[in-house]
C-alpha cells in the first residue's frame, strides 16, 4: 500500500484533497500535517512514499520542508501544491527532484490525474525494487551453494566436471597467494551455531567455507605472502567463535592444516586440519598441524607418514583389508620397539578418532562411542582391533550395499524434476538423506555418469528447447533454466555444445528458414 503524505496550513484545502485522494484510490494510506515543521517529524516515522506540500505557509517553507525530509527519505516522492506559478519556485523545485506541480484551485480530474501517474510510477518501482531483491536473494543462495560444492569439490576429489574451473574463477579463488584448510568441531548438540558461525565468518575476504558433515564444517582460507598464516586462522578461529556462549568455547575444537601456493594440494591441508584434532589436549581450542611432535620413535614417525591422504582414501572408498593389514603391522611395531601397551592403545584410538571424522563425511554413524580396549597383552589387543575393524568392514559394507541401483534412480529422477531450481548437492544431500560426497561417488560408481555433468546436460537440453522460441531472451532462459548468471550460463553452453546460445540460436533459425 502507497504511503501518501498531504500537507497544507490551510484545513479545508487539506481536509478536501484527503477526501478527493481517499474516493479515487484504494490502494493508499494517507495521513496530513498542518505545516512544514510537523510534516517533517511525521515522515520520520510515517515515511511517506509521495508527500503532497503546499509551498506557502508559515514557519518553515514547503520546498524546505521537502529538503529536510529528503536528508531521512531520498526515494520519496513529491508533487508541489502551491497557487505561485513562478520561475523561482519552479527552479527549486526541480532541484530537489519535484515530480509534478498542482495549482490552486485545482479540478478534481486534474488532481487525480497527476496523483495517478505519480502512484504508478511509485508502484513500478516498488515491484522493480522487489524482483531485484529477489533475485539478489536468489543470486546469494545459489552463490552460497555453489562456493560450497567448490569446497566439497577441492578437497574431496570427487566430482570432475565442467564447472570447478568456473566457479574457481567466479570465486576469485585463483588470485589468492596461499592457500590452508581449517576444519571446525562443533560440540555436541551444537549444529544450529553453523549458520550464525558461517555468517560471521564470510564477513571476512578471501574465506570460502563448505557444507556441515556430521559436526564438522571445512573453511579454506586464502592470504597474501606477506601474510602470517598462524595469525590470520587465529584471528578468523578467534572472531569465529565470538557468536557461541564464552563458557561453551572450550568445547569447541579447530584443526588448521599447512598452508599451500596450490590448490591442487588443498586436500593435504584438510587431512593435516583433521589430523591436528587428534588428541587436543591443554585449555587451547585450536592446533596446528605444524605443531604435532613428530613422535620419540620410529613407529611413531611411520604412523604419520601414514596418516596422510592414504588411510583417508583407504577408510572413505571402503578398503578395509588394507586398514586392516596396516593396523595390525603398526600394533606390532610398537611391541616390537618394546613400547608400553597403552601407548600402542592411545595411537590406534587416534586412529579410530580420525576414522569417525572420516565416515561422518559420508553420513555413516556407528556405534563407538565408548571404544575402549580392555586386553592387558600385546596378542589380545591385537584380537580386539581386528574384531573391531572387522565390525567396521561389516558395518560399511551394509550400509554401502543398501544403496541399491533403485535408490539411485531416485537420485537421477530427483535431479531430472528439480533441474532448473537451485539445486545442489547439498540440497540433494537434504532431500535423499545421504552425503554430498556419498552421493557424488555412488553416482559415479552404479550409474557411470557424474552428478553434475548429469544436471547440467539436463539444464542444456532444456535451453535448447527455449532457444527455439524467438521470443525469450537468452537471459529470461538462464534464469528459467536455474542460472542466475546469464554470462555463466553462456560459457556452460558453449563449453557443453562448442557454440553460444545466440549462435545456437541463429543456426536453428537458419535450419528452420531454408526448410520452409
Not at 513562478?86 to 509534478?100: C, H, M, P, R, S
Not at 566430482?159 to 567466479?170: N, R
Not at 584448510?181 to 575476504?205: D, H, M, N, S
Not at 547440467?456 to 527455449?466: H, V, Y
Request: proline fraction near 3%.
Amino acid at each position: 500500500m502507497i504511503k501518501l503524505l498531504v500537507v497544507d496550513d490551510e484545513e479545508i484545502e487539506r481536509k478536501s484533497m484527503l477526501m478527493i485522494l481517499s474516493k479515487a484510490f484504494n490502494n493508499i494510506d494517507i495521513k496530513e500535517a498542518k505545516n512544514g515543521k510537523v510534516a517533517v517529524n511525521l515522515a520520520k516515522t510515517y515515511r511517506p512514499d509521495l508527500v503532497l506540500m503546499d509551498i506557502k505557509m508559515p514557519g518553515i517553507s514547503g520546498l524546505e520542508a521537502i529538503l529536510e525530509i529528503k536528508k531521512d527519505l531520498p526515494k520519496v516522492e513529491c508533487i508541489m501544491v502551491t497557487a505561485y506559478d513562478t520561475f523561482a519556485y519552479a527552479k527549486q523545485a526541480i532541484k530537489l527532484g519535484v515530480k509534478d506541480y498542482l495549482l490552486k484551485p485545482s479540478k478534481v480530474n486534474e488532481i487525480i490525474e497527476i496523483v495517478g501517474q505519480v502512484i504508478a510510477q511509485i508502484e513500478n518501482e516498488q515491484r522493480l525494487h522487489a524482483e531485484q531483491l529477489k533475485q539478489e536473494e536468489h543470486f546469494q543462495k545459489a552463490k552460497r551453494a555453489a562456493e560450497r560444492d567448490m569446497v566439497t569439490q577441492l578437497l574431496f576429489d570427487h566430482v570432475h566436471d565442467i564447472h570447478l574451473s568456473m566457479l574457481v574463477d567466479a570465486l576469485h579463488i585463483k588470485t589468492i597467494e596461499h592457500v590452508f584448510v581449517i576444519v571446525f568441531l562443533l560440540p555436541e548438540g551444537q549444529e544450529r551455531q553453523y549458520a550464525p558461525i558461517v555468517e560471521r565468518i564470510k564477513q571476512k575476504q578471501s574465506i570460502w567455507v563448505g557444507p556441515l558433515y556430521g559436526r564438522q564444517f571445512p573453511v579454506i582460507v586464502g592470504y597474501e605472502g606477506k601474510q602470517s598464516y598462524r595469525a590470520r586462522a587465529i584471528a578468523i578461529i578467534q572472531d569465529s567463535l565470538k557468536v557461541i556462549d564464552h563458557h561453551a568455547e572450550h568445547q569447541w575444537l579447530v584443526g588448521v592444516g599447512q598452508p599451500y601456493p596450490s590448490l591442487s594440494d588443498l586436500k593435504k591441508s584438510y587431512h593435516q586440519s583433521l589430523i591436528a584434532l587428534v588428541d587436543m589436549t591443554g585449555s587451547s581450542t585450536h592446533r596446528f598441524y605444524q605443531d604435532i611432535p613428530s613422535g620419540d620413535n620410529g613407529c611413531d614417525q611411520q604412523l604419520r607418514k601414514y596418516r596422510t591422504q592414504l588411510f583417508f582414501d583407504q577408510v572413505r572408498f571402503g578398503e578395509w583389508d588394507q586398514v586392516i593389514q596396516k593396523w595390525l603391522t603398526f600394533i606390532q611395531c610398537y611391541k616390537n620397539e618394546g613400547a608400553p601397551l597403552q601407548k600402542a592403545q592411545q595411537r590406534i584410538l587416534e586412529m579410530v578418532w580420525m576414522m569417525k571424522r572420516i565416515l561422518e563425511d559420508l553420513h555413516l554413524e556407528f556405534e563407538w562411542e565408548q571404544l575402549t580396549f580392555y586386553g592387558q597383552t600385546y596378542q589380545a589387543f591385537i584380537d580386539e582391533a581386528k574384531h573391531f575393524l572387522t565390525q567396521m568392514k561389516s558395518q560399511y559394507m551394509t550400509h554401502y550395499q543398501a544403496l541399491s541401483l533403485d535408490r539411485m534412480q531416485q537420485v537421477k529422477q530427483y535431479i531430472i524434476d528439480h533441474a532448473y531450481e537451485d539445486i545442489s548437492l547439498e540440497r540433494l544431500s537434504e532431500q535423499v538423506g545421504l552425503s554430498p560426497i556419498y552421493i557424488s561417488k555412488m553416482f559415479k560408481e552404479k550409474l557411470g555418469v557424474n552428478y553434475i555433468e548429469f544436471l547440467t546436460e539436463c539444464r542444456i537440453e532444456k535451453a535448447k528447447a527455449l532457444l527455439a522460441d524467438p521470443e525469450k531472451s537468452i537471459k529470461a532462459i538462464s534464469f528459467e533454466i536455474g542460472y542466475h548468471d546469464p554470462n555463466y550460463f553462456s560459457k556452460v553452453f558453449k563449453k557443453m555444445t562448442n557454440v553460444s546460445p545466440k549462435t545456437y540460436r541463429d543456426k536453428l533459425w537458419l535450419k528452420e528458414n531454408v526448410s520452409q
